[in-house]
């Protein structure tokens, strides 16, 4: 059995959920959401509060219990706060700014790096620190992911693009006799 599937979500003043046969809407202060969903779960919206169970005792469904009851819980909780991620970047040279839609960052290579920022994720950026945030906790991370991938942090200096809660274990490098 799931433990987080059977956990209940409590629904906030301001926020409509739906489901129809396939998709779940939810629809809150901040912003609409709206996600494909599976056959193998069944939810139940009763009074401000959402169940549910899976159709059949197998080995898939029961994965797909927990796991869609925290893309639900996720939702709701982005339409109300939108989702933050920050991140910071260290070495000489190394900068961002947003020009329009698209992040450019400059990173020691010999061009530009230039990234389309994705509908619905709002990036800001300072000196070093650069926060990227929206209502939709998996397009917020995935953008923070491609961002950080571009230079990952390195361990002997430390330099490169980090999450501003990452700690980044250094490396003692080569001594002379």
């Given at each position: 059995m799931s433990r987080i599937g059977k956990l209940q979500i409590n629904i906030p003043t301001g926020v409509?959920?739906?489901?129809?046969?396939?998709?779940?809407r939810v629809k809150g202060?901040?912003?609409?959401?709206?996600?494909?969903?599976r056959e193998e779960v069944a939810f139940k919206n009763e009074s401000g509060v959402i169940t549910?169970?899976?159709?059949?005792?197998d080995k898939f469904s029961r994965a797909l219990w927990g796991t869609y009851m925290s893309h639900i819980r996720n939702m709701i909780q982005g339409v109300v706060t939108p989702f933050e991620k920050k991140?910071?970047?260290?070495?000489?040279?190394?900068?961002?700014e947003v020009k329009g839609t698209n992040l450019q960052l400059s990173l020691g290579f010999s061009h530009p790096v230039i990234m389309p920022i994705p509908e619905g994720v709002t990036v800001t950026?300072?000196?070093?620190a650069l926060t990227i945030s929206g209502i939709d906790?998996?397009?917020v991370g995935l953008f923070a992911n491609k961002v950080r991938s571009k230079k990952k942090p390195?361990?002997?200096?430390?330099k490169g693009i980090r999450y501003?809660?990452?700690?980044?274990?250094?490396?003692?490098?080569?001594?002379?006799?």
């Open positions: 409509e959920v739906n489901f129809d046969s396939s998709f779940v202060p901040k912003g609409e959401l709206s996600r494909a969903l549910s169970e899976p159709r059949r005792n991140l910071l970047v260290d070495g000489v040279g190394f900068k961002w950026a300072e000196k070093n906790k998996e397009a390195e361990p002997y200096k430390g501003s809660t990452e700690v980044v274990r250094r490396k003692q490098g080569k001594k002379s006799e």
